[in-house]
Structures are given as C-alpha cells and as structure tokens.
T-cell receptor, first 113, second 114 residues
Framework: AQSVTQPDIHITVSEGASLELRCNYSYGATPYLFWYVQSPGQGLQLLLKYFSGDTLVQGIKGFEAEFKRSQSSFNLRKPSVHWSDAAEYFCAVAFPGYSTLTFGKGTMLLVSP | SQTIHQWPATLVQPVGSPLSLECTVEGTSNPNLYWYRQAAGRGLQLLFYSVGIGQISSEVPQNLSASRPQDRQFILSSKKLLLSDSGFYLC?????????????FGQGTRLTVV
C-alpha cells in the first residue's frame, strides 16, 4: 500500500542554523511530491512541489527540496532558519491514478534563539 | 484567482447535536473537493472527497457525512455529534487528476464537542 513517512515528530533548530526535514514514500512508481507548512490554527500552505524534471526544486520562503528516486525520499531543506519558520511541516504525495493526496503525520519545527 | 472559504472558524457543540460545516470555492470550475480532519499528533486524515456534484467518496466510516449540492460547495454534516468528533477540520480543493495535483486549503474549523 502507498504510504508517506516523516520519521521526525519534533525537531528543534537554532535560529540561523540549517534545516533538513525528512520524508520517505512507499510506492512502485514516482509520485507527485509536495511540502506544506501549517502555522497554529491555520490551514496548510504549499511550500513547493515536484512533478518531474530537475530533482532539486525551489519553493517559497527560501525552502528547497530534493527528490532522490533511489532512496524514495523528498527531503526539505533551508540553509538558515528564521524564528518565523516555527510551524508544522507536512510532506504529501499524489499517486498517479488516484484523486487524493496522502499526507505524512507531520514534523513540528521549533526554533530556538 | 481561486479562493476557498470555510466557516465557521470555531465551533463548540454539545454531544448529540447536529453539525454543518460549509466550504465554497471561487475562481475555478469542477474542482475536486476534500474534507480532512486533523487531530493533534496524527497528521491529516482524509474523510471525504468529491470529483463532481453529488459524487462523494468516503475514506473512513464514521459519524459524519458529506454532500456536494453545487459544483463549488462542499458540506460536512453530522446528525449527532460524538466527543470523538472534536478536531480541526480542513476543506481543500484541487484541479483534479491529470491537472495540477496540488491541494489548496481553507483556514480550517476548530470543532469542540462538549
């Protein structure tokens, strides 16, 4: 069955440090891949997406993600974290032939001063 | 541009009372529509999705139902709320299969059943 795994429930990063949030999926082919961010009490905002082509994709707010087919991964990165990046981050996949997104359980990012 | 409206933002309801949450989309036609529930630490659970008027797919059997009376309107309902229905409910739309698969979310409804 298709699945999405975000192995880290919480991550704490110092402001100005680099960030990498992990995402792995289980599927026989390459799905469409997404990262969303959610601030407390708010809806989800799309950060970036991968459909095909260049495996390194750039998103909003200085985020990027790299698709690695061999590892079935789509990790989110940011070179320097700002306090305003504190939020919950969700990886999601859309599997070809299906009308819905499958979400990971989310990673809560805490930013320390 | 497309926008999605979801209301109310917060709701406190007693156990056994009915529920109606409404979601409307503007600026697009024939969207796929979704209802998700989010419980703390459990990610997003897809409850219902719809690919057209009157077409509802249920992902999880439960105390809730959904309806799509118009192309851009999606309603989540319950006849009798349970305590376990408390949570954060999110409506979303997408362009559908073969088009841009990304989903766009409303601001959510915080439902507390007391």
């Amino acid at each position: 069955a298709q699945s999405v795994t975000q192995p880290d429930i919480h991550i704490t990063v110092s402001e100005g440090a680099s960030l990498e949030l992990r995402c792995n999926y289980s599927y026989g082919a390459t799905p469409y891949l997404f990262w969303y961010v959610q601030s407390p009490g708010q809806g989800l905002q799309l950060l970036l997406k991968y459909f095909s082509g260049d495996t390194l994709v750039q998103g909003i707010k200085g985020f990027e993600a790299e698709f690695k087919r061999s590892q079935s991964s789509f990790n989110l990165r940011k070179p320097s974290v700002h306090w305003s990046d504190a939020a919950e981050y969700f990886c999601a996949v859309a599997f070809p032939g299906y009308s819905t997104l499958t979400f990971g359980k989310g990673t809560m990012l805490l930013v320390s001063p | 541009s497309q926008t999605i409206h979801q209301w109310p933002a917060t709701l406190v309801q007693p156990v056994g009372s009915p529920l109606s949450l409404e979601c409307t989309v503007e600026g697009t036609s024939n969207p796929n529509l979704y209802w998700y529930r989010q419980a703390a630490g459990r990610g997003l659970q897809l409850l219902f999705y719809s690919v057209g008027i009157g077409q509802i797919s249920s992902e999880v059997p439960q105390n809730l139902s959904a309806s799509r009376p118009q192309d851009r309107q999606f309603i989540l309902s319950s006849k009798k709320l349970l305590l376990s229905d408390s949570g954060f409910y999110l409506c979303a739309w997408s362009g559908g299969l073969g088009l841009s698969a990304e989903a766009f979310f409303g601001q959510g409804t915080r439902l507390t059943v007391v």
